[in-house]
């Protein structure tokens, strides 16, 4: 079965500092696409960073990079000099290249200390 | 351009009654996701629809719900006779013609709960 495993439910990190979020999927497919959805408390999710699986290098957007380790099985979020309005959920995903059917973790809430 | 519209934001059913929730995707996109939300979890895959059919509707219960995507209006998931497990957020996600692996985007999702 596909699944995705966020371990962390919580987290928090002081402002200005850096925090990781970790995720491991499972899956026997080699060509896929990793994502992190942010949820903040307004509940609309949003895109934050994607990954395609045939790409070795890892995705950056900003503060946000990912560090994806394919035979691992692991994607995790690296936020770099946190803000406030990073305080949100942050969902993992992926989904098998040619389908259409995202499977989704079941999240980290992340808050961001003054 | 507006985003995915769900409407409505808050909806409070007693044991019994209909829920209908309604999602209008982007404009361009003709695939639209439903996703249900339960406390303190993931979102779980319902339903996949495009333009007047259903083409995944493995994670939806058999019974009771229904999910549509007619020709013209909204997507519509349908809800009948709902019970207090159906308490959740419903969100709704839209994405263009691709094959798969692209942004989904989603509306702000509808919370029903069921007195």
């Known amino acids: 079965a596909q699944t995705v495993t966020q371990s962390q439910p919580e987290m928090s990190v002081q402002e200005a500092e850096t925090v990781t979020l970790s995720c491991t999927y499972d899956?026997?497919?080699?060509?896929?696409?990793l994502f992190w959805y942010k949820q903040p408390p307004s509940r609309q999710m949003i895109l934050v960073i994607r990954?395609?699986?045939?790409?070795?290098q890892n995705a950056t957007e900003n503060r946000f990079s990912v560090n994806f380790q394919k035979a691992a099985k692991s994607f995790s979020l690296k936020i770099s000099d946190s803000q406030l309005g990073d305080t949100a959920m942050y969902f993992c995903?992926?989904?098998?290249?040619?389908?259409?059917?995202?499977?989704f973790g079941t999240g980290t809430r992340l808050k961001v200390l003054a | 351009n507006a985003g995915v519209m769900q409407n409505p934001r808050h909806l409070v059913r007693r044991r019994g009654q209909e829920a209908r929730l309604r999602c209008s995707p982007m404009?361009?996109?003709?695939?639209v996701y439903w996703y249900r939300q339960l406390p303190e979890e993931g979102l779980k895959f319902m339903v996949y629809?495009?333009?007047?059919?259903?083409?995944?509707e493995s994670g939806m219960p058999k019974e009771r719900f229904s999910a549509e995507f007619p020709k013209e209006g909204p997507s519509i998931l349908r809800i009948q006779q709902v019970v207090r497990g159906d308490s959740a957020a419903y969100f709704c996600?839209?994405?263009?013609?691709?094959?798969?692996?692209?942004?989904?985007?989603f509306g702000e999702g509808s919370r029903l709960t069921v007195l």
């Open positions: 996600a839209s994405s263009p013609p691709s094959r798969g692996g692209g942004e989904l985007f």
């Open positions: 899956t026997s497919e080699s060509n896929y696409y």
């Open positions: 990954q395609e699986a045939y790409k070795q």
């Open positions: 995903a992926f989904i098998h290249s040619g389908t259409y059917k995202y499977i």
């Open positions: 404009k361009g996109h003709s695939h």
């Open positions: 629809l495009q333009k007047e059919n259903i083409i995944d």
